[in-house]
């Protein structure tokens, strides 16, 4: 992806904050691969001060930074944010979010030389991770574009799986087209987004080619394993 050169909230605007809708500046089937949840030691919900404390250190903060529910960056998606209502949770999922309400979250961005990208934790009560992750994953099923409402003619398209990177206990990967506008000198906007369950936590990394070229952005693989492999040793360790 390239060295990292700090904030450029011009084009992480451009790039990242209109896309994926939050306040920047201020896989295939469960029997593909290793989607089958492997044995923890305790499926525990982490603490808004765990999240902060875990997330990869170096990017920008995003989101109002108050304490609650999501922590002002991560909410619960509405059934009816997009059309047709099976998108809802591939756009969620753009979002690092998805339909059900965390009980915290953070999420930060990291500037590249032609790439941004976005890493979002939320954490989940109960069995609400699992399912997030089977909703995205039949979404993907069918959901191949969709408009992304209040943004001015900000649409999603050429929706499909791509490769997983065999991390975490459930993950879900797909490729998209970010069209900025209707105008059509307006950027077309190469995404790439991995969403990974560790345990009752969801890690999504979003990448995209921020100058808008045809080059396809990629996560960073070394930034995912070394994310999740925080989340999971803090997943296995007893409750204090």
């Given at each position: 992806?390239?060295?990292?050169?700090?904030?450029?909230?011009?084009?992480?605007?451009?790039g990242v904050?209109?896309?994926?809708?939050?306040?920047?500046?201020?896989?295939?089937?469960?029997?593909?691969?290793?989607?089958?949840?492997?044995?923890?030691?305790?499926?525990?919900?982490?603490?808004?001060?765990?999240?902060?404390?875990?997330?990869?250190?170096?990017?920008?903060?995003?989101?109002?930074?108050?304490?609650?529910?999501?922590?002002?960056?991560?909410?619960?998606?509405?059934?009816?944010?997009?059309?047709?209502?099976?998108?809802?949770?591939?756009?969620?999922?753009?979002?690092?979010?998805?339909?059900?309400?965390?009980?915290?979250?953070?999420?930060?961005?990291?500037?590249f030389e032609?790439?941004?990208?976005?890493?979002?934790?939320?954490?989940?009560?109960?069995?609400?991770?699992?399912?997030?992750?089977?909703?995205?994953?039949?979404?993907?099923?069918?959901?191949?574009?969709?408009?992304?409402?209040?943004?001015?003619?900000?649409?999603?398209?050429?929706?499909?799986?791509?490769?997983?990177?065999?991390?975490?206990?459930?993950?879900?990967?797909?490729?998209?087209?970010?069209?900025?506008?209707?105008?059509?000198?307006?950027?077309?906007?190469?995404?790439?987004?991995?969403?990974?369950?560790?345990?009752?936590?969801?890690?999504?990394?979003?990448?995209?080619?921020?100058?808008?070229?045809?080059?396809?952005?990629?996560v960073p693989?070394?930034?995912?394993?070394?994310?999740?492999?925080?989340?999971?040793?803090?997943?296995?360790?007893?409750?204090?």
């Open positions: 992806m390239g060295r990292a050169v700090g904030s450029r909230c011009g084009a992480v605007v451009l904050g209109i896309v994926l809708g939050v306040g920047a500046c201020g896989g295939g089937d469960e029997a593909a691969g290793h989607a089958a949840a492997k044995p923890r030691v305790a499926e525990r919900v982490l603490a808004q001060r765990e999240l902060e404390h875990l997330v990869l250190p170096g990017g920008t903060k995003i989101g109002s930074g108050t304490r609650g529910v999501g922590n002002g960056t991560v909410k619960a998606v509405p059934h009816h944010a997009t059309g047709p209502a099976a998108c809802v949770p591939v756009l969620a999922a753009t979002h690092g979010a998805s339909e059900h309400a965390p009980t915290g979250s953070v999420t930060r961005i990291f500037t032609q790439d941004s990208l976005v890493i979002s934790l939320a954490a989940y009560r109960g069995r609400d991770a699992s399912r997030v992750m089977a909703e995205l994953r039949t979404a993907l099923r069918t959901c191949r574009k969709f408009p992304v409402a209040g943004t001015g003619g900000v649409t999603w398209s050429g929706i499909r799986l791509a490769r997983q990177l065999g991390e975490g206990d459930q993950e879900v990967a797909f490729l998209g087209e970010v069209y900025m506008g209707s105008a059509k000198d307006y950027p077309i906007v190469p995404n790439e987004v991995h969403v990974i369950r560790v345990g009752t936590t969801i890690v999504t990394f979003t990448a995209a080619n921020v100058t808008a070229t045809a080059a396809s952005p990629v693989r070394d930034m995912v394993h070394r994310q999740v492999t925080a989340l999971e040793r803090a997943a296995a360790a007893p409750v204090l």
